[in-house]
């Protein structure tokens, strides 16, 4: 069974610019989500992806957007960074059936984003 | 809406020592509890979890109850390891009808533990 993968592992970034990262979710998943957890902090809810629509959105701004593929990988999208989206993300992956609710969520190693 | 409420921090303990790491819970319905542990550089990993009032999440010696009356969910171990040293966060799943369950964290304890 292989595990939720991310990438890239690490990135630096400046002021303005824009960044995607990458999520393999673990085989069998369906849907996945996307958390931001600043230093020293528990993760915070950015958004969840079910069937390529996002499906669930936390207090974060339109500039923080996202795809799932039909493979249900999934990109997390950052436009305008701004110093404090400094950060580890994590993306999680779960499996939702019809006619129950999504629980537990496997989460990957996480992207280091660095905005200088 | 939705909080995870974690005991202050740091814990520092010698090993064999016996551990329990507060966690209480602010939740509408009946959410799933989980405790989850992030090693130094590394995502998170789950250690357990419970879904319903007093089941007992158990894994690796670590063990957790979900009190409903007393909206707690606090991990506990018997003798801990140096290799238990991490950041251990308590989190909630709102458990919506529907594919948008999300996780509420609580800002997570630093365990050291001395050998």
């Known amino acids: 069974e292989t595990g939720v993968t991310q990438s890239p592992t690490h990135l630096i970034k400046t002021r303005g610019q824009q960044v995607t990262l990458r999520c393999s979710s673990q085989?069998?998943?369906?849907?996945v989500s996307w958390y931001q957890q600043a230093l020293g902090q528990g993760p915070q809810f950015i958004f969840q992806?079910?069937?390529?629509?996002?499906?669930g959105r936390g207090n974060f701004p339109p500039r923080f957007s996202g795809l799932q593929f039909p493979n249900y990988s999934s990109e997390l999208n950052v436009n305008a960074l701004e110093l404090d989206d400094s950060a580890l993300y994590l993306c999680?992956?779960?499996?939702?059936?019809?006619?129950?609710?999504?629980?537990?969520?496997?989460f990957g190693p996480g992207t280091r984003l660095t905005v200088l | 809406g939705d909080s995870v409420t974690q005991m202050e921090g740091p814990v520092t303990l010698s090993e064999e020592a016996f551990l329990t790491i507060n966690c209480t819970y602010t939740?509408?319905?009946?959410?799933?509890l989980f405790w989850y542990v992030q090693y130094p550089g590394e995502g998170l990993q789950l250690l357990l979890k419970?879904?319903?009032?007093?089941d007992k999440g158990s894994n690796k010696g670590f063990e957790a109850t979900y009190r409903k009356e007393t909206t707690s969910f606090h991990l506990e171990k018997g003798s801990v390891q140096v290799s238990d040293s991490a950041v251990y966060f308590c989190?909630?799943?709102?458990?919506?009808?529907?594919?948008?369950?999300?996780?509420?964290f609580g800002k997570g304890i630093t365990l050291s533990v001395r050998p």
């Open positions: 999680a992956s779960s499996l939702f059936l019809a006619g129950g609710s999504t629980d537990t969520q496997y």
């Open positions: 085989s069998g998943h369906n849907t």
């Open positions: 992806y079910y069937r390529e629509e996002e499906n």
């Open positions: 939740a509408t319905g009946y959410p799933s």
């Open positions: 419970a879904t319903k009032a007093d």
């Open positions: 989190a909630l799943s709102d458990r919506k009808a529907g594919a948008n369950s999300k996780l509420t």
